[in-house]
């Protein structure tokens, strides 16, 4: 079911100029801010394969939480810094002595990285948690609600912004800043059955899903959009562009009336269109419905997908335009993501570079030794990347009988943009503390 897959892969997938002041209110469906008051471009913080689903940096350095298990009962994470320039990795703490396993530790978060979404902007670090159980250092079961944490970006002046009613969560993907004000996808979801008996399952349905401006200087939000079956893709200017879904008939509807069959033929029968949202306004600028039923990458002001028959089209999000670029020999070709004029894809089993200044299609060979999957991109700097360009582990056997990879150490590395995008493996080792994720 395409919004299942589509759920499933976003909970599995992650500086701005200086504006004015924006007043945020605190109250729900409040009035959308005034177009034109604010002349900030916004910021995409990329929910991905490269960004916040593994931490968030600046040009200076990459920050990422690693949850620990202390083997008594209790999980916790630390927050882990890594210095381009000294190509060192440490806890974010200044105290020689400190064991960094409590709040006396400026590195310690009781919170799991599964659940948190890590973000640098100016001069802050924010810890953007969903809500989850921990056990505190009484030994007590605790329940914390979606929040979102500031301090700096040493650690210290830690505090909490604000937190979510029960129930209410911060979606799984991409994001956006400007100024002091963070662009955040908040919903609301319920736990729905798809049957009865053994062949029963849970579905995760959102109910409610706004795009919320929250001043990070002092918590307010404000709905400013409805973003129901919708998901952030990139900004442009002060705008978001988003996918949109469109369907037949209600397929919450259907599910609530037991409607199985008819919620899953819907939900496969979706169309995919592409929008302008102006934050200020909060209306949908530009609407652009496609023939695509596989979602597009953005990239340089226009969007980027494959239709059935493997074409290559670019969707310009400007004016609504559609060029075809490339015929993929593979009409099954995946976009992953884009950036730096070139487009990232799978295509059969193997990956490829598309650059878009000059429409070569290369192979992508740099690949982690043993499970050959593709290296990882994580921060960056204006000519550099970060990235995880290998591992180790061994097979296992699940409780299933079955055999599966778990990787126990990997090699963090700097490397040149232009060796990436044209496969050249040289590295520049980075010295970490935690060599797991």
């Avoid at 395409?2 to 100029?17: E, F, R």
Wanted: one cysteine or more; proline letters at 3%; glycine letters at 8%.
């Amino acid at each position: 079911m395409k919004k299942i897959c589509i759920l499933l892969c976003c909970i599995i997938l992650l500086a701005g100029c200086v504006s004015r002041k924006q007043d945020v209110s605190d109250k729900e469906g409040g009035e959308p801010q005034k177009q034109g008051a604010f002349n900030e471009e916004l910021q995409l913080k990329e929910w991905s394969l490269r960004s916040l689903s593994q931490g968030d940096g600046n040009a200076q350095g990459f920050y990422r939480l690693k949850t620990i298990d202390n083997g008594g009962g209790e999980l916790y994470s630390n927050i882990l810094y890594t210095d381009y320039e000294n190509k060192k990795e440490i806890y974010l703490c200044d105290k020689p002595e400190c064991q960094h396993r409590d709040t006396s530790c400026t590195s310690y978060y009781a919170g799991l990285d599964m659940v948190t979404q890590l973000l640098v902007h100016h001069n802050h670090l924010y810890l953007i948690a969903n809500e989850d159980s921990t056990v505190n250092e009484k030994n007590e079961l605790v329940t914390m609600p979606a929040r979102i944490l500031q301090m700096d970006l040493d650690g210290k002046n830690r505090k909490e912004l604000m937190q979510l009613p029960s129930g209410y969560g911060f979606s799984y993907e991409s994001m956006a800043v400007a100024g002091d004000v963070l662009y955040a996808p908040i919903e609301k979801t319920e736990n729905v059955s798809t049957g009865q008996g053994e062949m029963s399952s849970a579905v995760q349905v959102v109910r409610e899903k706004k795009l919320y401006a929250i001043q990070l200087n002092s918590g307010k939000r404000k709905a400013v959009a409805d973003m129901k079956n919708k998901s952030i893709l990139g900004c442009m200017g002060r705008s978001l562009i988003v996918n949109a879904y469109r369907y037949k008939e209600d397929p919450d509807q259907l599910l609530d009336k037991g409607d199985f069959e008819g919620y899953e033929r819907v939900s496969q029968q979706a169309e995919i269109a592409y929008e302008r949202i102006n934050v200020d306004s909060g209306r949908v600028e530009k609407s652009f419905p496609t023939a695509a039923d596989v979602l597009g990458i953005f990239v340089n002001d226009s969007i980027y997908y494959t239709d059935n028959s493997g074409m290559l089209k670019q969707l310009n999000m400007k004016d609504g335009k559609t060029h075809d670029r490339k015929q993929l020999e593979n009409p099954m070709s995946t976009l992953m993501f884009g950036e730096d004029n070139h487009l990232y894809l799978y295509m059969g089993e193997k990956e490829y570079v598309y650059s878009l200044q000059d429409d070569r299609l290369t192979p992508f060979t740099l690949t982690l030794s043993d499970t050959q999957e593709p290296i990882r991109l994580l921060g960056e700097t204006k000519d550099m990347y970060y990235v995880i360009y290998d591992q180790t582990g061994e097979v296992k056997k699940t409780w299933a009988g079955t055999d599966q990879y778990e990787a126990s150490s990997y090699a963090y590395g700097l490397m040149k943009k232009k060796d990436y995008w044209n496969s050249k493996a040289n590295y520049t080792p980075v010295d970490v503390i935690a060599k797991g994720e």
